[in-house]
């Protein structure tokens, strides 16, 4: 089976795990953390990062450090991951959904004004599948209404907005590091921003909001979201070999792209776009199919693993509403994810290619 994402791992993460546990400094104090907080924080163009034990936490101790809680709004997209729109439940707060934007899939910059009301205290924009949202749009929004914003940039490491690093966009950004994402620390996340109130907030908040200077003194309920020095050990020599993973990513995109571009206006409706102001990073190579699921057999059959897009948020059982967003609905029944880890060979992109255009023939 060709696999829909595989880490890519190598000898440098061996070396420095075997160094970790020789040092004894397996939990979540020693020089990793802070050396990985630093050199991803650097390459996103931010001065201040902290990493935590996953994404989806990162999300949660961000929306908690800015202090939304009961009665307050967070606006999102309704396509993307669930995590999210838990991030924000998990707060007490309420997502209100947009719908996506239908030539870049991204949260519809022109939909979020007419979903703020004087309860919404921010907005997350993801930069869904690696494509970066329209930033400009919303970041003149949120100035206008006072919101912050928090960029999701969970399946975006590395991807740009007119020349910017996603992360260093909004308020703060969040980034996953699960086995599937861009770079990986097993299970991980980080956020990262300029405001350093902010980011001392989340420090505190992170390991049970215990006193720096008086141990057992906890000034309010935090957590424990600390990452441990095994991970960022990972992360370190994960993140030297970023750039390289990203034009591997963009070179498999491509590969796929020239394979099927011909195709378009068929039963193939789109290939994965990349907008003139964004580079993206191909988290997860994507094609929009009328009859999806049935490509998704005959990949199959073939041992080619898939994914179908997410479900809209507003279709799933916590957050059902009555609401339509048709760009987003429509997405989710026609995206499909190819296989788009950075050790795909290219005889395996072209073996891929080959298969879909038989069966679209
Ligand atoms: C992966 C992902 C997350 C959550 O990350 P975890 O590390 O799995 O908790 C959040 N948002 C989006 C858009 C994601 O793809």
Redesign the pocket.
């Known amino acids: 089976m060709i696999p829909i994402a595989e880490p890519d791992l190598g000898s440098e993460e061996l070396e420095n795990i075997i160094e970790v546990v020789k040092s004894s400094w397996i939990s979540s104090k020693g020089r990793y953390i802070s050396k990985f907080e630093r050199e991803f924080s650097k390459y996103c163009e931010v001065k201040q990062g902290v990493a935590v034990s996953?994404?989806?936490v990162a999300?949660h101790l961000v929306l908690k450090s800015m202090g939304i809680g009961k009665g307050d709004e967070v606006i999102i997209p309704s396509l993307?991951?669930i995590?999210?729109a838990n991030a924000v439940s998990y707060c007490n707060a309420k997502p209100i959904f947009v719908d996506s934007h239908p030539d870049y899939w991204c949260m519809d910059p022109e939909k979020i004004k007419e979903k703020i009301s004087n309860k919404t205290r921010a907005i997350i924009p993801?930069h869904l599948y690696g494509h970066p949202c329209h930033m400009d749009t919303i970041t003149d929004l949120a100035d206008d209404y006072g919101l912050y914003v928090i960029e999701?940039a969970?399946?975006a490491h590395g991807a740009e907005y007119k020349g910017r690093k996603t992360g260093s966009l909004g308020t703060v950004g969040c980034f996953?590091f699960?086995g599937n994402?861009l770079i990986t620390t097993g299970?991980g996340?980080m956020c990262v921003t300029n405001d350093e109130e902010l980011a001392d907030r989340m420090r505190l908040l992170r390991d049970h909001a215990m006193s720096d200077d008086n141990t057992y003194w906890h000034s309010t309920i935090g957590f424990n979201y600390r990452m441990t020095n095994l991970q960022a050990a990972i992360g370190v020599a994960q993140l030297k070999k970023i750039d390289g993973f990203i034009e591997r990513k963009r070179k498999i995109a491509n590969r796929y792209s020239k394979g099927l571009n011909d195709l378009i206006g068929g039963d193939l409706i789109d290939i994965h776009p990349e907008m003139s102001w964004a580079k993206c990073v191909y988290w997860m190579y994507s094609i929009l199919l009328k009859e999806r699921d049935n490509l998704a057999k005959v990949l199959e059959k073939k041992e080619i693993d898939t994914r179908p897009f997410f479900y809209p948020m507003h279709y799933l059982p916590p957050y059902k509403n009555n609401e339509k967003f048709h760009v987003a609905e429509r997405l989710s029944k026609v995206g499909i994810n190819l296989p788009s880890s950075t050790v795909l060979k290219n005889k395996d992109v072209d073996r891929i290619v080959q298969v879909i255009r038989e069966a679209l023939s």
């Open positions: 996953n994404g989806t999300l993307t991951f995590a999210t993801v999701d969970a399946e996953s699960y994402k299970e996340g």
